[in-house]
């Protein structure tokens, strides 16, 4: 037994550390290869999720960068979108704000609150959703970039603080903004929504990793196709 310097014996449970938490691999930051196109993917966990295989797939084909953070609601994007875009040239810009937006929030700021509750709202309302993407928008074609749109991948049945069906309500409008610019659609929406079950979490907005490796070959698809033109 263990003695303290007071002569007591010292029986305290010592606390077991935790082990440091590994860094995410999307939030790596990406020496450029010169002289291939620079792409930024923006948006939120589901593209954080197909980040690395995206930089995969396009191994020597592009450099693809990402913020250094998940991107959040539209209100986060226009906060904070000078800083993600930086200074450098950008060639391609595959961005998405949505699943934020429409998430429930509690009266008192809770996360993700049950949509039913009284005094509950979506985060960023569907009105305030389209005026903020109308200026996301505008700030992304200063750049010059290609740009591409990813629609926002669907809600499942029982996911919480979520209802289904919003992601197709807000992608409408996004459409309508979209298409007035004349910016190119990723409809992941549309990509995901036919094979849920098999790549999708139950009751959950995020996918298994298989999925996002599947999501991530549709991104690059929609690249490509911009790069090409």
């Known amino acids: 037994m263990l003695t303290t310097t007071n002569g007591h014996a010292d029986d305290a449970p010592k606390k077991k550390s935790r082990p440091k938490r590994q860094p995410n691999p999307a939030m790596a930051k990406i020496e450029d290869v010169p002289g291939l196109p620079r792409v930024l993917l923006i948006g939120d966990s589901i593209s954080i999720g197909y980040t690395v295989p995206v930089r995969k797939l396009?191994?020597?084909?592009?450099?693809?960068?990402?913020?250094?953070?998940?991107?959040?609601?539209?209100?986060?994007?226009?906060?904070?979108?000078?800083?993600?875009?930086?200074?450098?040239?950008?060639?391609?810009?595959?961005?998405?704000?949505?699943?934020?937006?429409?998430?429930y929030m509690g009266s008192q700021g809770q996360n993700l609150a049950d949509p039913q509750a009284p005094g509950s709202h979506q985060q960023v309302p569907i009105d305030e959703y389209e005026a903020n993407l109308q200026k996301l928008v505008a700030r992304l074609k200063k750049t010059g970039a290609k740009l591409v749109w990813r629609s926002t991948t669907p809600v499942p049945a029982g996911a919480k603080g979520r209802v289904v069906g919003d992601s197709a309500k807000y992608n409408a409008v996004a459409k309508r903004v979209m298409d007035e610019h004349g910016i190119a659609i990723d409809d992941q929406y549309a990509f995901a929504l036919k094979r849920l079950e098999e790549i999708q979490r139950p009751a959950n907005v995020h996918f298994t990793p298989d999925g996002s490796w599947v999501l991530a070959k549709q991104v690059v698809a929609a690249i490509n196709k911009v790069l090409a033109e």
């Open 58 to 103: 396009m191994q020597g084909k592009a450099n693809v960068h990402r913020p250094l953070t998940n991107c959040g609601p539209t209100t986060k994007g226009i906060a904070e979108i000078d800083q993600w875009l930086g200074i450098g040239k950008w060639d391609v810009i595959h961005f998405n704000w949505g699943l934020h937006d429409l998430k």
